[in-house]
């Protein structure tokens, strides 16, 4: 197969190839990953504060408490402190917090689902920013001691 029939297919072929590889370069958004019970003790997260999983009794991929939040992201932890902008959320901790290229808001929706003897589960929203890359995770915060 020689000749101009293949010359045009390569030709063809060459923007598709082209796309595909930029495709790949571009930033990729911030995928909060589980965390585990450990991870929050190193962080010095155990007690009265805040969670969020994906859906209500799942994993945990956010954790906040007083001054200090956790996630993970890429494998490692990253411990965020709250920004300048941030405003309370349940009486122990903040909405918005950041490290280094990462910040994340917390959009309760203060529609409660479940309430326990000392926990309260909500509706929230975590808009997760990494790299000018945004994504919107919506899910269950549960709030208590």
Do not use: Q
Not at 88 to 98: E, G, I, S, V
Request: charged content about 20%; proline content about 6%.
């Amino acid at each position: 197969m020689r000749g101009p029939l293949t010359l045009r297919i390569v030709a063809a072929l060459v923007p598709v190839l082209t796309s595909i590889a930029t495709v790949d370069a571009a930033p990729r958004p911030a995928v909060l990953e589980a965390t585990t019970r450990a991870d929050w003790r190193a962080a010095g997260l155990d007690g009265t504060g805040c969670y969020w999983s994906p859906r209500r009794g799942g994993p945990i991929h956010f954790v906040a408490a007083g001054n200090t939040a956790m996630a993970k992201v890429g494998g490692r932890i990253v411990i965020l402190k709250p920004r300048r902008d941030a405003r309370p959320l349940f009486p122990f901790t903040h909405d918005a917090w950041r490290a280094d290229d990462l910040t994340i808001r917390v959009v309760d929706t203060a529609r409660i689902r479940a309430m326990g003897y000392e926990t309260v589960t909500t509706d929230a929203v975590l808009i997760v920013t990494r790299r000018n890359v945004t994504t919107r995770l919506r899910g269950s915060m549960i709030c208590g001691s």
